[in-house]
């Protein structure tokens, strides 16, 4: 159900910290995206009884090669003021609320320096920020991720069957032709943008989404 994703990690302490919280909390599949550093004894070290997940673990060049996830959660520890559709974030807690247990669901944290880019964060479903003091906001990533890891695995699973990306895909292009017949909508991309996050954060069904589509189909036909 759930992949970890660890985007150009610099420590190899870091990788082996990681994976060690991830078996804590039953996860075994990572990905590490064009890693800065080697595998050394260090992440053996840190690891613990975990190595395993690091001897498993797929290497990609590229955060766009990650492979097809029904959902994508970045996370960030930067929060900026007044509304912002790329980093609008939620809790942890508010997550694991609405998962349901039968998507692909890809978790995404960044470099131990800056985190995820602006660019990186828009291909993310959503956003997840953990609320600290702030004054030192900024967690290392295993703590986040412990967090993280804890309130999904603790959340009891709604029932239903959750949207795939290609039940969500064919949603949001419905939308999108609508947005481009309307010449009153100056900023068509990021009302586009605010129209997926809701739909995301929504976790909706794809029955739901079914029936939004076909909706949202005759209004297109209509403009």
Same mark, same amino acid.
């Given at each position: 159900?759930?992949?970890?994703?660890?985007?150009?990690p610099?420590?190899?302490?870091?990788?082996?910290?990681?994976?060690?919280?991830?078996?804590n909390?039953?996860?075994?599949?990572?990905?590490?995206?064009?890693?800065?550093?080697?595998i050394?004894?260090?992440?053996?070290?840190?690891?613990?009884?975990?190595?395993?997940?690091?001897?498993?673990?797929?290497?990609?060049?590229e955060?766009?090669?990650?492979g097809?996830?029904?959902?994508?959660?970045?996370?960030?520890?930067?929060?900026?003021?007044g509304?912002?559709?790329?980093? $609008?974030?939620?809790?942890?807690?508010?997550?694991?609320?609405?998962? !349901?247990?039968?998507?692909? =669901? *890809?978790? /995404? #944290?960044?470099?131990?320096?800056?985190?995820?880019?602006?660019?990186?964060?828009?291909?993310?479903?959503?956003?997840?920020?953990?609320?600290?003091?702030?004054?030192?906001?900024?967690?290392?990533?295993?703590?986040a991720?412990?967090?993280?890891?804890?309130?999904?695995?603790?959340?009891?699973?709604?029932?239903g069957?959750?949207?795939?990306?290609?039940?969500?895909?064919?949603?949001?292009? $419905?939308?999108?032709?609508?947005?481009?017949?309307?010449?009153g909508? !100056?900023?068509?991309k990021? =009302? *586009?943008? /605010? #129209?997926?996050?809701?739909?995301?954060?929504?976790?909706?069904?794809?029955?739901?989404?079914?029936t939004?589509?076909g909706?949202?189909n005759?209004?297109?036909?209509?403009?």
């Amino acid at each position: 159900m759930y992949t970890v994703v660890f985007i150009e990690p610099e420590s190899s302490g870091n990788i082996g910290a990681l994976a060690r919280v991830m078996k804590n909390f039953g996860l075994r599949d990572l990905i590490l995206v064009n890693p800065q550093c080697k595998i050394d004894r260090e992440a053996k070290t840190r690891a613990k009884h975990a190595f395993d997940v690091i001897e498993k673990a797929r290497t990609v060049k590229e955060f766009g090669k990650i492979g097809d996830f029904d959902l994508v959660i970045g996370t960030t520890g930067k929060i900026v003021k007044g509304y912002d559709e790329v980093r $609008h974030s939620i809790t942890p807690r508010e997550l694991a609320k609405q998962m !349901r247990g039968n998507n692909r =669901v *890809a978790l /995404v #944290f960044g470099r131990e320096g800056i985190g995820l880019k602006n660019d990186e964060l828009a291909k993310c479903d959503i956003v997840v920020h953990i609320p600290t003091d702030h004054r030192y906001p900024v967690m290392n990533i295993s703590h986040a991720a412990a967090i993280v890891f804890y309130e999904l695995f603790s959340a009891d699973k709604r029932l239903g069957s959750g949207a795939s990306s290609r039940e969500k895909k064919i949603l949001f292009d $419905h939308f999108e032709k609508i947005l481009n017949g309307l010449e009153g909508i !100056r900023d068509k991309k990021k =009302v *586009a943008k /605010v #129209f997926r996050n809701v739909m995301n954060r929504a976790m909706i069904e794809g029955k739901e989404a079914h029936t939004l589509a076909g909706a949202l189909n005759e209004i297109k036909k209509k403009v």
